[in-house]
């Protein structure tokens, strides 16, 4: 065996589907579905079940992914090892950003990092918050950039980016167009537009309404604030987004601040820990990317 057989064993694993594993490993399907059954005929036993719509592991492929992980994690430390005394940089970095969340200083970040360490590969790949996370404890993401609620993960460690406030956004002529305050209870006589769950501005939400038993209806939802804000612009429903999301459309939509949302939405950047010297590097140039707007880390 070897350790790009290894490599597409755990991602097969991790993402539980052969096409979302050889899109992650840049590859087509079949040759991570070959290089697979190689190693499956050189361990004499199957990893996975494929008889359902998703590949999940057998007992013996339960008891090859810890193994596996620690090869792949043994190899890589051989790389960073050699880098730390010749001062070369290699290896591979998997960044996670929230869907919907175009923030310019990450890309600039990943843009002088890259300049500075052209021998680190880097990917990036765009989910929901919770996933993120969980990928970063997990281990398959170094370093996310997610929404949270009230406070970053416990576990991990995080740099803060931004701290607001919900609002909700409206165009002219629609019934509350000229408040500057509204309550949740007076948002829930109209139908909702946000974030989906999982992400940080709609468990803000979610929790706020349910502390005050409240029970809007979502009637529609979207993943980037364009598209929330254009629906809202038509007239279909009330906007739910951050200050600074809603202020990017003050020319179609006027915001209204949320008085009974007092929890702020956040935008964080999280890893666990520092042991990877392509991962120190890169949170250097987040924190210069960021500048003003990071806080120090919990």
Not at 62 to 86: D, F, I, Q
Not at 93 to 119: E, N, Q, S
Request: aromatic share 4%; net charge neutral; proline share 4%.
């Amino acid at each position: 065996m070897d350790l790009r057989q290894l490599e597409y064993f755990v991602a097969v694993a991790e993402e539980r589907n052969f096409t979302r594993a050889a899109e992650r490993v840049h590859i087509s399907q079949s040759g991570v579905s070959a290089q697979i059954r190689r190693l499956e005929r050189e361990l004499g036993a199957e990893l996975f079940d494929r008889s359902a719509r998703t590949a999940t592991l057998t007992v013996a492929g339960k008891a090859a992914l810890g193994p596996a992980r620690a090869a792949l994690a043994a190899a890589g430390a051989v790389g960073r090892s050699v880098g730390e005394v010749t001062g070369l940089i290699r290896g591979r970095l998997t960044v996670g950003m929230v869907i919907g969340c175009t923030v310019t200083p990450l890309f600039d970040a990943l843009a002088a990092f890259h300049r500075a360490h052209p021998g680190v590969e880097l990917s990036l790949q765009e989910d929901n918050s919770d996933r993120l996370v969980d990928g970063v404890r997990a281990a398959t993401i170094d370093l996310a950039l997610v929404g949270t609620a009230t406070a970053t993960p416990d576990d991990l460690d995080a740099l803060t980016i931004i701290s607001e406030r919900l609002v909700a956004a409206v165009p002219s002529g629609h019934p509350l167009a000229n408040r500057r305050h509204v309550s949740l209870r007076e948002l829930a006589d109209h139908p909702i537009v946000c974030m989906p769950p999982g992400t940080g501005l709609r468990t803000v939400f979610d929790q706020a309404c349910a502390a005050r038993h409240v029970q809007p209806v979502i009637a529609l939802q979207a993943s980037a604030a364009e598209a929330i804000a254009d629906l809202a612009a038509r007239g279909l429903a009330v906007a739910v987004l951050s200050e600074s999301m809603a202020a990017r459309y003050r020319d179609r939509l006027t915001a209204l601040t949320i008085d009974d949302v007092d929890t702020p939405a956040l935008l964080a950047l999280v890893w666990q820990g520092t042991h990877n010297p392509a991962l120190r590097e890169l949170l250097a140039h987040s924190r210069k990317a960021f500048g003003e707007l990071g806080t120090q880390p919990k």
